[in-house]
């Protein structure tokens, strides 16, 4: 594969973009996990019988460090399915044009993947962008770009190789 880290330097997404990018991610993780317990509880209730109320109520009155765990989890399972399956991108960086993509350019394989997400689980990681970059960036050799004039960029040093090639 062809290393455009040079490319990646230069188009990669500033601070308040990534910013917006959590924002929007953790809100929408957020209504994707209430509503996925929602729905678990509902059809619990449904098939034992039990009162949905009860049941509700119970599961809210969870340990507070289990809960952040349990939650922890299904948010960095949510995000790591988002990006992979579509190829880099969460709700937020579709809304933001941004894209992750290895320090070489290329599209993550399924690991760096698994690793970049599950690695928010880490207390504080949010806070790991106050300095150069991010830890989920880091530990996963990974980076978010600008979309669209990444893309160009690739494209423009694509046709001038291409360029050279039919010259021989």
């Known amino acids: 594969m062809k290393n455009n880290a040079r490319i990646v330097d230069r188009h ?5 973009l990534r910013f917006i990018n959590f924002l929007i991610d953790y809100v929408f993780a957020y209504l994707v996990i209430v ?3 929602s729905a678990i509880i509902i059809v619990y209730s449904f098939l034992t019988g039990q009162d949905y109320a009860e049941k509700a109520q119970a599961f809210g009155e969870v340990n507070p460090f289990v809960d952040r765990i349990i939650t922890a989890f299904f948010y960095a399972l949510l995000m790591y399915l988002t990006e992979y399956l579509t190829k880099g991108r969460s709700l937020g960086k579709f809304i933001t044009g941004t894209l992750v993509v290895n320090e ?4 993550p394989n399924s690991n760096d993947f698994l690793k970049r997400n599950f ?4 207390p504080f990681d949010a806070l790991s962008f106050l300095g150069s970059r991010g830890w989920h960036d880091s530990w996963s050799d990974t980076k978010v ?6 893309l160009e960029a690739v494209e423009r040093e694509n046709s001038i190789e291409d360029i050279g090639k039919i010259a021989l």
């Not at 990669?12 to 308040?16: G, V």
């Open 12 to 16: 990669q997404a500033e601070k308040l």
């Open 35 to 37: 509503f996925l317990f």
């Open 104 to 107: 070489n350019g290329n599209l």
């Open 119 to 122: 690695s928010r689980i880490v």
């Open 145 to 150: 770009v600008k979309r669209k004039s990444y």
